[in-house]
C-alpha cells in the first residue's frame, strides 16, 4: 500500500473525545506516527473535566500518596511498563513489597489468611490448602472434583459465577473467587462474563481439562524460568510516585497535539466528503475525518444517537455501577496489634459496607511517612451503589466503623480522603464480546471514521487501555491511508 506521505501533505484531522488513559495513548500513538513517519496529522483531545487521566488520580499531600482510583497494574500486561519506559520514567515503576504479601478474607467475622500457592483462586499446594479454615471440609472435597468434571464442550460464554461453581463448587465461588475478582471488574459474578473478564479460565479448563492441573503445570514452567534481576517481578506494578505519573507523563508528552480541559462536545454530525463537524460547549465547531469515542458507552451513546440510532441504542445498553474508596492515615503509635500483608477482602455473604481494604504503604513502599500507615477502603459496586452518595463524613464514619469491628483500629485517622467514581465501572455482562464485535462492525461500515475505544470494550485495566489506544491509532490510520488511496 502507498505511503500516506506520499498521497497527501494535507494535514488529516483527528478528534480524540475523552482524555483518559485510552484517549491519551490514542494521541500519543498518533503522534509516534506523525513524528517517526511524517504522516501529516493534526490531532486535538477533547476533556470535558478540569484534568486529564480520568479515574487515574494521585494526590500528593503531608508525605502521603493517595491514589484516588487504580493504584496498580498487571506486569503479565506489558502495555503500562512498555509506555513508562518510552516516556522516560521506567526508573519510577516499582513492584509490590512480596515479602509481606498475604491477603485476608473475612469469614464469619474475622480475618482469614488467603491459604499460600492459591493462584488465581485456584489452590497449587496441598497442604496449606488443607489445613485453611478458610473452606470447609465439603467444600475442599467440592473444589478436588475439578480433577475429573469434564472441560466444557463449546466456545459458548458463561457467567463467572457458573463457570467457578461448575468446576469449584459454590463455597469456592463466594469465599475466593467473588471476592478476589470483584477487586479487578466490581461486578456481579452472576452476570459477569466468563470470555470478557477472565478467558484465562476456559484456555486451563480446555487445554489441561482441570483448572487445578493446568495451574500446577504453568507453575511448573515458571519454577523453571529464572527470574531477572534487572525487571520488576512482582505481580503488580506501580510508580513511585502514583499511577498518575504516567498520565503527567502523556500530557508532557502531547506537545504536538491540541488538548481542551473543561470542555464538552455536545454532538457529532456527519458533513460533506466523509467528514463529522464535532460541536463543543464553548461554541466552536471542530471538522475531523476521524472521531475516537474514549469516553464511557452511555457518554458515546448521547453523541451518535442523532445519526445512528440503533448503535446508540446497543452502547446504552452497557450498565455501569458506582464505587467510592476511602483512604485513612494512621499514627502507627495509635494502632493496638501490628499489620501484616496487603489487606483483605469481603465476601457479599459477610453482608458488609465495605468490600475491601488495601494496606497501601505495606504494599508499596512511598506511600507514607515512615511512622504513619495508609489505607484504602472500597464501598460501593452492584446491589450497593447508594453508598455512593453519602456524605464524606458519613462514609468515613461507616468504613471507620468497619476497620474497628474487624480490626479492632478505633485511633482516629490524621487525614482522610473520599474519591466517588459515579458509573465508572463498565459491566462485562455475558455474551460481552458479541456485543462489541456488532458495535465495532456497525462503525467500520455504518459510520466509518468513528471508533470507539477505552474501558467499556475490551478490558477495564490500565494495560488493557493503554493498548485499545495503541491498537485504535493504528486502525485509524490504516482507515485514512485507504481513504486516501480509493478517493
Known amino acids: 500500500m502507498t505511503p500516506l506521505t506520499e498521497i497527501t501533505s494535507q494535514p488529516k484531522k483527528i478528534v480524540i473525545i475523552g482524555g483518559g488513559i485510552t484517549g491519551l495513548s490514542t494521541a500519543y500513538y498518533l503522534q509516534k506516527e506523525k513524528r517517526i513517519n511524517g504522516i501529516p496529522l493534526s490531532i486535538t483531545l477533547i476533556e470535558a473535566g478540569e484534568k486529564l487521566g480520568g479515574k487515574i488520580t494521585t494526590e500528593k499531600v503531608d508525605g502521603f500518596t493517595i491514589e484516588g482510583g487504580p493504584d496498580c497494574f498487571l506486569r503479565q500486561k506489558p502495555w503500562a511498563s512498555e509506555l513508562a519506559e518510552e516516556l522516560g520514567i521506567g526508573e519510577e515503576l516499582i513492584g509490590t513489597n512480596d515479602d509481606q504479601r498475604k491477603t485476608y478474607v473475612l469469614v464469619n467475622g474475622k480475618l482469614t489468611p488467603l491459604p499460600d500457592g492459591v493462584m488465581l483462586i485456584i489452590p497449587t499446594k496441598i497442604m496449606p490448602f488443607a489445613f485453611s479454615p478458610l473452606i470447609s471440609l465439603s467444600g475442599k472435597i467440592r473444589m ?5 468434571i469434564p472441560p466444557f464442550k463449546g466456545a459458548d460464554d458463561e457467567s463467572v459465577g457458573d463457570f467457578i461453581r461448575r ?6 465461588l463466594y469465599k475466593i473467587a467473588e471476592p478476589l475478582m470483584s477487586g479487578i471488574h466490581v461486578s456481579d459474578p452472576e452476570k459477569q462474563s466468563l470470555l470478557a473478564t477472565f478467558p484465562r479460565f476456559r484456555n486451563i ?9 493446568g495451574m500446577l503445570t504453568q507453575k511448573k514452567a515458571a519454577n523453571h524460568q529464572p527470574l531477572n534481576p534487572s525487571k520488576l517481578n512482582s505481580l503488580f506494578i506501580s510508580l513511585k510516585n502514583g499511577v498518575e505519573e504516567l498520565i503527567n507523563g502523556l500530557e508532557h508528552s502531547l506537545n504536538e497535539c491540541q488538548i481542551y480541559t473543561n470542555t464538552l462536545a455536545t454532538s457529532i454530525l456527519p458533513a460533506a466528503d466523509r467528514m463529522y463537524t464535532v460541536e463543543l460547549n464553548n461554541g466552536e465547531s471542530i471538522g475531523a475525518d476521524v472521531v475516537v469515542l474514549a469516553i464511557p458507552a452511555y457518554n458515546a451513546a448521547k453523541l451518535l444517537g442523532s445519526f445512528h440510532p440503533k448503535l446508540a441504542n446497543q452502547l446504552g445498553k452497557i450498565p455501569y455501577v458506582s464505587t467510592a474508596t476511602i483512604s485513612m492515615a494512621f499514627r502507627k503509635q495509635d494502632i493496638q496489634k501490628p499489620f501484616t500483608g496487603f489487606g483483605f477482602v469481603v465476601p457479599s455473604t459477610e453482608n458488609r459496607d465495605i468490600s475491601a481494604c488495601t494496606w497501601s504503604s505495606i504494599k508499596f513502599n512511598h506511600r507514607a511517612p515512615e511512622d504513619y500507615l495508609l489505607l484504602r477502603c472500597f464501598v460501593g459496586g452492584p446491589g450497593k451503589e447508594e453508598m455512593v452518595d453519602l456524605t464524606d463524613d458519613e462514609l468515613f464514619r461507616l468504613a471507620h466503623k468497619e476497620l474497628n469491628l474487624i480490626l479492632g483500629l478505633s485511633a482516629d485517622p490524621v487525614l482522610t480522603r473520599v474519591y466517588r467514581w459515579k458509573k465508572a465501572n463498565p459491566q462485562y ?6 456485543r462489541v464485535k456488532e458495535m465495532f462492525s456497525a462503525c467500520a461500515y455504518e459510520t466509518p471514521g468513528i471508533y470507539l475505544t477505552g474501558s467499556a470494550y475490551e478490558g477495564v485495566g490500565i494495560p488493557d487501555c493503554i493498548n485499545q489506544g495503541k491498537k485504535t491509532a493504528g486502525q485509524l490510520l490504516q482507515y485514512i491511508q485507504q481513504e486516501q488511496v480509493y478517493a
Open 429 to 434: 455482562e455475558v455474551g460481552h464480546l458479541d
Open 205 to 213: 479448563e480446555q487445554k489441561h481439562g482441570s483448572l487445578i492441573k
Open 167 to 172: 468446576r469449584l463448587g459454590e463455597e469456592a
Open 144 to 148: 478436588g472434583m475439578d480433577l475429573f
